[in-house]
């Protein structure tokens, strides 16, 4: 998170001008649809002053899985060596989550995490990918089954994709990048 120990205002500031700029530089990439986004992805956030900045990559977060069936492991975290972790996101409210970020980026809250993943495992695909409208733009977007959260989708180039998590009625946007995998990774 940018601004640790300044001002709370100026702190505010800083991550306004910082969500603007990266937002203009996500409205400017090329959209991608769906079905060229099938297969598994490495994530990683794009620091944009959101408070989730840091937490997933603290918690282990892996990435994102789409599914030929246009279905989506929407959170994937790393378990055991080698293995991937689909985690439920209806076991985390993102507003609670917002709330508490500076905890989520806490070795505490890390190894509390490696303690309930295995509790909080999908049973199956968590979000359903698809074409929607984003800034006037029809591109890739990903929206979750039990939140109130889509993810929307841009190409940075023939490897890697930007995501922008929009949270409905939160004007704060999460960006990340996204890297294809190697077809053999996780399970």
Known sequence: MIGNGEPPVKQTLLQATLQTEVARWFRSLDPVRPEEIIGLWKGVGHPSGHPLDGVLENLRWFGK????????????????????????????????????????????????????RPRVRAQGATATLRTLADDGVMTAAMAYDRQPITDYFRRVNEHEIAGMMVVEHDPRRYYFRLTRAEAGAGA
């Open 65 to 116: 899985r789409f599914h030929t069936d246009l279905r989506a492991d929407a959170l994937l975290f790393e378990g055991e060596p080698g293995r991937l972790v689909p985690v439920d996101p209806k076991f985390f409210p993102i507003r609670l989550a917002n709330r508490f970020a500076a905890f989520g980026r806490s070795t505490r809250a890390r190894n509390l995490f490696s303690h309930i």
